[in-house]
């Protein structure tokens, strides 16, 4: 009873995170459910070319669907206090909400009604415009507000109040200031706010990679990742935890979302890794590094990293080639973390009888692969965009869940209507979850637009002037600024709307400062930068929800949890600052598949390395005299080039060193393979 509590808890969190929060009326349901299909009818019909619209006037109706979702799902406050329970109603939709979802759909859609007269006005806007501009900006803040906490909503008023009252603030942060008139005319009236390319690009791209996903969930893919990794790792050392690793990374793929990954496979890996001795709190920690991590992971990532395309200006599959190798290390170092926890309690795998059969469990979902295998062929092989693979995927997903329902239903003799009956119940429950799931990356992206939008107006060279100076002109301490900052802002953003903030701000400051310092550091490095970090703000405590989901689940204490998730992620903050100083882990110029293995090798066994220096074991407990050994064959494995530089080696022999760092490492292990041999009694 405690358990099924303990789920209901994590799932509560979930739904607050998507705004889901509302327990409604029949008539209600059928309301929201028709406006989340249609939502998601819409986005098809864009993605599949049966409606070509203008991309200012996609970006207008992605939002207005969003704010009329999120009025009628979302209350003005999140917990109810005397006297004000009106604006705490979850039974029902109120009258007030109803009217605030008409405004923002009509505000959202102003610049479509009066696409024409908006363009002939263009910068001298009427007072009519500057009417509906204000009122979507209000609104817009409000239902930011609501989905995702108030920090966006107040960074982007401080914002605007910088953008009104620069030419009265001190000398160093003076700014010449803006008119309402150019206000309004850039954030809500143009494409260069609210409907900029943050908005853009979650109409175009996230919402049908998010919808993929809530159709593979309601599909029951899953359930069927989990079982998967468990059959297939479940007998070694630690098994339940190296699922769980696996699991998390193959969900995270296509959820995009911390805490739905932990509500997706968290119930079933977690009382698995408790039950072979793990302890509450490294189990949910465990799961809380492997679901914060599932958006790094290629092919799909999360939400920003399509932004940082069209951010950046490449194609995005040239973003899935720079994120590869780091995220692919950055798992690995988790795997390792749960092999060296095993070690150091003396925990095993699960009994043979425990474990799911692997040729049985792959043959029952091997179907949920079909459009996983399809979105991969269209973004590597036929290098198609990023819409249109989804939208293929998606096509291919309905049929994938047409055949199994047809399938059950002729297994369990319940006649060819039921299993119809229940495929349309599993895509309608999909294209619903979907859209709701959407709603706080179309609202973060567009509240996001208004501080970009005001960067934008010219105080952008005064904040970067500002951070630098702060930085000193030091690379390493910019670093250090953006990754503090990203962390603190993330504990009350989204990761999306996290990058958007501080790439735009910082971004091009550590290109050139790095410049400045004889660094070549590539524009997408410092954006990869910043979407790092600001994933990892998601189980930054005290505040991390995904730590509050996972520790629900496993019963533990939330803080520790967070802690011990944020120590377990100290692997990746690493590659974060170690790919913005050598490119090669972004593969940045090679084109040569060996060498591209190559780096990845190696890569793997730095991460390797590195965890046997951050968990203070290998084969045994570690002594002083072990860490620089493994620091240092860490450090040269994942950057050949720095020690090679010291010694004046040249750029082109500097992979020799390699060779260097596993001589090292094998040292490190030797010592230790002695000591445990000593410690072995004799027979």
Request: aromatic content about 4%; some cysteine.
């Given at each position: 009873m405690s358990d099924q509590k303990n789920l209901s808890y994590a799932q509560e969190l979930l739904r607050a995170e998507t705004g889901d929060v509302r327990n409604l009326r029949s008539f209600e349901k059928y309301l929201v459910g028709s406006i989340a299909i249609a939502w998601a009818a819409f986005q098809m019909a864009l993605a599949g070319g049966l409606w070509i619209l203008d991309g200012t006037k996609t970006r207008a109706f992605h939002l207005a669907f969003a704010m009329a979702l999120l009025f009628l799902l979302t209350p003005l406050m999140r917990k109810t206090r005397r006297g004000l329970g009106y604006f705490f109603v979850i039974d029902r939709i109120p009258l007030m909400d109803y009217a605030l979802a008409v405004i923002g759909v009509i505000a959202s859609l102003y610049i479509v009604f009066d696409y024409d007269g908006l363009a002939y006005r263009a910068g001298a806007p009427i007072g009519r415009d500057i009417a509906f501009g204000i009122v979507l900006v209000v609104l817009l803040l409000e239902a930011a507000r609501r989905v995702i906490g108030p920090a966006l909503s107040v960074i982007a008023i401080v914002f605007t109040i910088y953008a009104f009252m620069g030419p009265h603030m001190p000398d160093f942060m003076a700014f010449k200031g803006v008119s309402l008139?150019?206000?309004?005319?850039?954030?809500?009236?143009?494409?260069?706010?609210?409907?900029?390319?943050?908005?853009?690009?979650?109409?175009s791209i996230v919402y049908l990679f998010v919808l993929l996903g809530s159709l593979l969930d309601k599909a029951g893919a899953g359930q069927f990742f989990t079982d998967l990794a468990l059959s297939f790792l479940g007998k070694y050392k630690g098994g339940p935890a190296k699922a769980a690793v696996v699991a998390s990374g193959a969900t995270g793929m296509v959820s995009g979302s911390s805490i739905a990954n932990i509500v997706t496979t968290g119930p079933f890996t977690i009382p698995l890794m408790k039950k072979v001795g793990y302890p509450a709190k490294k189990a949910a920690a465990v799961e809380v590094a492997a679901s914060t991590d599932g958006q790094l992971m290629p092919p799909i990532m999360g939400a920003a990293a399509f932004i940082i395309a069209e951010y950046v200006n490449i194609p995005y599959i040239q973003v899935v080639k720079a994120a590869a190798i780091p995220a692919f290390a950055s798992y690995f170092g988790l795997f390792c973390i749960t092999h060296l926890e095993a070690s150091k309690l003396g925990i095993s795998g699960l009994a043979k009888e425990e474990i799911p059969l692997f040729f049985k469990t792959l043959k029952r979902g091997l179907h949920y692969m079909l459009p996983l295998g399809v979105l991969l062929y269209e973004l590597i092989i036929l290098r198609h965009s990023p819409e249109m693979a989804a939208y293929r995927a998606i096509l291919i997903l309905f049929g994938v869940i047409f055949y199994q329902e047809i399938r059950r239903s002729y297994l369990a003799n319940t006649g060819l209507l039921q299993g119809l009956l229940d495929s349309v119940r599993i895509i309608g429950m999909g294209l619903i979850q979907g859209s709701k799931n959407m709603m706080?990356?179309?609202?973060?992206?567009?509240?996001?637009?208004?501080?970009?939008?005001?960067?934008?107006?010219?105080?952008?060279g005064m904040v970067s002037q500002i951070v630098e100076t702060l930085s000193q002109g030091n690379i390493y301490l910019l670093l250090f600024i953006t990754a503090i900052a990203s962390l603190l802002l993330g504990m009350g953003l989204p990761t999306t709307a996290t990058y958007i903030v501080m790439a735009s701000l910082t971004a091009p400051i550590i290109v050139n400062v790095g410049q400045s310092f004889g660094f070549v550091i590539p524009l997408i490095s410092a954006h990869l930068f910043c979407f790092y970090f600001g994933i990892l703000a998601d189980d930054t405590p005290p505040v991390g929800l995904a730590a509050y989901a996972a520790a629900a689940i496993a019963d533990s204490d939330p803080i520790p949890t967070g802690i011990q998730g944020f120590l377990y992620d100290i692997r990746t903050s690493v590659i974060a600052f170690l790919f913005v100083f050598n490119p090669d882990l972004l593969l940045q110029g090679i084109s040569s598949w060996p060498q591209g293995l190559l780096i990845f090798g190696m890569a793997l066994i730095a991460m390797s390395a590195f965890e046997c220096f951050a968990q203070d074991w290998c084969l045994v407990k570690n002594r002083w005299y072990d860490m620089p050994f493994f620091l240092c064959a860490s450090f040269i494995l994942f950057h050949p080039g720095a020690p090679a530089n010291w010694f004046g080696v040249s750029e082109e022999h500097k992979y020799y060193f390699f060779l260097v760092g596993l001589a090292i490492y094998a040292v490190a292990v030797g010592m230790q393979k002695m000591r445990k041999n000593s410690q072995i009694p004799a027979a």
């Open positions: 008139r150019k206000y309004c005319s850039n954030i809500s009236l143009t494409t260069e706010g609210i409907y900029g390319i943050p908005l853009g690009v979650s109409a706080s990356v179309a609202l973060a992206c567009a509240a996001a637009g208004i501080i970009v939008g005001v960067v934008n107006m010219g105080i952008g």
